[in-house]
């Protein structure tokens, strides 16, 4: 996942192609982004979210991981 800190964008980039779940949370624990994604890329903009740290949720499979990205324009 990059880049972080970001001004508009962030791509993530999947070990391996499959079934992916995606969702974006704020500081105050809002979701502001789901996607399921099959694929091995995802570009997401996040111009229209205030500056500030989400939480980027991904699960696949059985596997959950979590990273955090800071978001300043």
Same mark, same amino acid.
């Given at each position: ?6 001004? =508009?964008?962030? %791509? ?15 500081? *105050? ?5 789901? %996607? =399921?994604?099959?694929?091995? !890329? *995802? ?7 205030? %500056?500030?740290?989400? *939480?980027? !949720?991904?699960?696949?499979? %059985?596997? *959950?991981?979590?990273? !955090? ?5």
């Amino acid at each position: 996942m990059f880049p972080s800190p970001s001004t =508009a964008t962030v %791509n993530v980039i999947f070990p391996s192609a499959g079934q992916h779940e995606i969702v974006v949370v704020n500081s *105050l624990g809002e979701h502001v982004y789901t %996607n =399921a994604v099959t694929g091995t !890329k *995802l570009l997401i903009d996040m111009q229209q979210h205030a %500056n500030g740290v989400y *939480l980027f !949720k991904i699960t696949s499979g %059985n596997q *959950l991981t979590i990273r !955090k990205v800071i978001i300043a324009h």
